[in-house]
C-alpha cells in the first residue's frame, strides 16, 4: 500500500509532466516531510487578531 506523500508525488509528477526517477523519490519524499513539518510549525503559530501585515515597500 502506497504512502500518502508517494501518491501525491505520483499525482505532481504526472500534473507537471515532471519523471521522478526511483532513485530520487527517497529525496523527493525527505523533502516533502521537511516542508510538510514547517508548515506545521507556522500554521500553528496563534497571531493576535490585532496583527497587521507587514508594509510593502517598493524601489
Given at each position: 500500500m502506497a504512502e500518502p506523500l508517494d501518491d501525491y508525488?505520483?499525482?505532481v509528477s504526472k500534473a507537471l509532466?515532471?519523471?521522478?526517477e526511483e532513485a530520487w523519490?527517497?529525496?523527493v519524499r525527505a523533502n516533502l516531510e521537511v516542508s510538510l513539518r514547517l508548515a506545521r510549525l507556522v500554521?500553528?503559530?496563534a497571531l493576535?487578531?490585532?496583527t497587521e501585515p507587514a508594509p510593502v515597500f517598493t524601489a
Open positions: 508525488i505520483d499525482a509532466a515532471l519523471p521522478v523519490r527517497p529525496a500554521d500553528e503559530f493576535p487578531d490585532e
